[in-house]
Each structure stands twice: as structure tokens, then as C-alpha cells.
């Protein structure tokens, strides 16, 4: 007959802290995966995101060229608007753009230096009290920026054009 004792000294199986040594590599190598899987999902959102703030600037900066020339254009300027009575653009809910405009002085730039742009309230056409700059001379750099509608301070993407009086119809 078998007594008490030979059970216990036949019986394979785990020790308790064989047990609890398999939990804490499991639990270890579980956190582990879990962590570069969270680290990947925003990696692969905020690549997304860049993705998609290219994708409209360019197409906002191909229908910019494309349209009618608005001098003495600001951020207001309806004509370079997005929307369906400027360019007929729409922007996803999840992005906002916005763009500035500024103008080449007219004197500036050649083969040795660049072309200084300067803003519209520096264009005597554009401000008669200010007789310091020429007239706008046909010859805008429009700089479009793309942010995530829930943070509207620093742009995922930004895009400069220039845009003369003789591109667009």
C-alpha cells in the first residue's frame, strides 16, 4: 500500500516559486509588448498625421497657384480661402490651415542675394499712408501652415509658394 509520504515524493510538477518565477517573466515580457505596441499605435498616428497635413497643404497650395491673383492679398482674402467660395477645398475636421502673405519689394534680390518679401501693410497700394514701399509688384510668397485641429500653436506641416500675377488665370 501506498502511504502518504510516496505520494508526495512521486508527484512531478511545480514548486511554488517555479510558479511565481514563470508569472514574473510572463508579466515582464507581457509589459514589454504591450509598451512597444502603444509606442508603434502613436508613432504610426503621428506619421499619419504628417502624412495627411502634406497631402492638403500641397493640394491647398495647387489650388492657391491655380487661382486668380488677389493683390494686395492677406489672411482674409476670400479668393485664397479654403472654402467653397475661394478654393473649394475642404479640410478634414481633424486638421485647420491658415497662411500668411507677404510681398517682394520690388527692388530686392539677384543673381548674389535674395528676394525680401515684406507684408502687405509695407505696400504703399495696399496702404496709401505708407509711401516707403512700391505698389504690390505681382509677386506674392504665400506660406501655408497644417495643425491638428486640437493644437492650433505649433503646425505638423508648412508649405511656401510664390504666386506672380501671370500664374493663374
Known amino acids: 500500500m501506498t502511504g502518504w509520504r510516496d505520494l508526495r ?3 512531478n510538477g511545480f514548486s511554488l516559486t517555479e510558479s511565481l518565477v514563470a508569472v514574473i517573466i510572463l508579466a515582464v515580457a507581457v509589459t514589454a509588448i504591450i509598451t ?4 508603434s499605435i502613436a508613432l504610426s498616428t503621428k506619421h499619419r498625421d ?9 493640394t491647398y497650395a495647387e489650388r492657391l497657384l491655380a487661382a486668380t491673383y488677389a493683390p494686395c492679398a492677406n ?6 480661402q479654403p472654402g467653397a467660395s475661394g478654393l473649394n477645398l475642404t479640410i478634414p475636421a481633424r486638421y485647420t490651415t491658415s497662411y ?3 510681398f517682394w519689394d520690388g527692388a530686392s534680390g539677384d543673381a548674389n542675394t535674395a ?3 515684406v507684408p502687405s501693410g509695407s505696400i504703399a497700394g495696399c496702404q496709401p499712408s505708407n509711401p516707403n514701399y512700391p505698389l504690390d509688384t505681382g509677386l506674392q510668397q504665400i506660406t501655408i501652415k497644417v495643425f491638428l485641429a486640437t493644437n492650433q500653436t505649433t503646425p505638423i506641416d508648412q508649405l ?6 501671370g500664374n493663374g488665370p
Open 115 to 117: 528676394p525680401t518679401f
Open 100 to 102: 500668411s502673405v507677404t
Open 75 to 80: 489672411p482674409t482674402t476670400a479668393r485664397y
Open 9 to 11: 515524493r512521486d508527484e
Open 50 to 58: 504628417k502624412v495627411a497635413a502634406d497631402t492638403i497643404a500641397r
Open 160 to 165: 511656401v509658394v510664390v504666386k506672380s500675377r
Open 36 to 39: 512597444a505596441m502603444g509606442s
